[in-house]
């Protein structure tokens, strides 16, 4: 299983932007798809997009569709949630997962490995 290290939560204001990354390390050399979830105390964990392991195929919940991206730099091991048009509701601790598989999936049960997670706070 390879580990991941989210980064770049911070604290911001409604209507600014975020990027966060996921790096991997470990056995980086498997095929693996990447998704980011994100949790508050009142809720479960919540899919937020996912990306395949390289030829970019996305999916993303309708919450954020529009303004969050998903991308991802496999010569760096790291993929990137670009966050805009943040809202207080996006409030959330922000988890990267992975999966040996092509392609990725919306529920967390299907995912191996898992960061520590990232706080995002929006302000309004």
């Known amino acids: 299983q390879v580990q991941l290290v989210e980064s770049g939560g911070g604290l911001v204001q409604a209507g600014d932007s975020l990027r966060l990354s996921c790096a991997a390390s470990?056995?980086?050399?498997?095929?693996?798809?990447t998704a980011w979830f994100r949790q508050t105390p009142r809720k479960e964990r919540e899919f937020v997009g996912t990306i395949s392991w390289n030829d970019g195929y996305t999916n993303y919940a309708n919450s954020v569709k529009g303004r969050f991206t998903i991308s991802r730099d496999n010569t760096k091991n790291t993929v990137y949630l670009q966050m805009n048009s943040l809202q207080p509701e996006d409030t959330a601790v922000y988890y990267c997962?992975?999966?040996?598989?092509?392609?990725?999936?919306?529920?967390?049960?299907?995912?191996?490995?898992w960061g520590q997670g990232t706080q995002v706070t929006v302000s309004s």
């Open positions: 997962a992975a999966r040996e598989a092509y392609y990725g999936s919306p529920f967390p049960e299907d995912y191996d490995s």
């Open positions: 470990g056995p980086t050399d498997s095929t693996y798809a």
